[in-house]
């Protein structure tokens, strides 16, 4: 079973910064894509960042310029930097990961982080 495990979230000002985490554990060989999603109320789930094979990243239109994703050194965990961030930024932010175990692939998703971004 893989997990993810969310933090970082809370409640900034329009213009601050905010760095979400989510660090993966359980028995897995490898993650090929990992990254994070958000879901407004009332709106649907939006892709914000990926990362794959480590190095390859893509992003929302939206967020270009303002956040950057990344991993740590060891391939299990990716962190969000959030600058400049804005009141429409303000969703429950789910991270999502997509890798290898030893008898099957996997897919699976974080309990989410609430950021809220006040005007």
């Known amino acids: 079973q893989v997990q993810l495990v969310e933090s970082g979230g809370g409640l900034v000002q329009s213009g601050g910064s905010l760095r979400l985490s989510c660090a993966a554990s359980?028995?897995?060989?490898?993650?090929?894509?990992i990254g994070w999603y958000r879901q407004a109320p009332g709106k649907q789930r939006e892709l914000v960042a990926t990362?794959?094979?480590?190095?390859?990243?893509n992003y929302a239109d939206s967020v270009k310029g303002r956040f950057t994703i990344s991993m740590d050194k060891n391939r299990i965990a990716v962190y969000l930097q959030m600058n400049s961030l804005k009141p429409e930024d303000t969703a429950v932010y789910y991270c999502?990961?997509?890798?290898?175990?030893?008898?099957?692939?996997?897919?699976?998703w974080g309990q989410g982080t609430l950021v809220t971004v006040s005007s």
């Open positions: 990362i794959t094979s480590g190095v390859n990243t």
């Open positions: 359980g028995r897995f060989s490898s993650i090929n894509t």
């Open positions: 999502n990961a997509e890798g290898r175990r030893v008898v099957a692939d996997f897919a699976v």
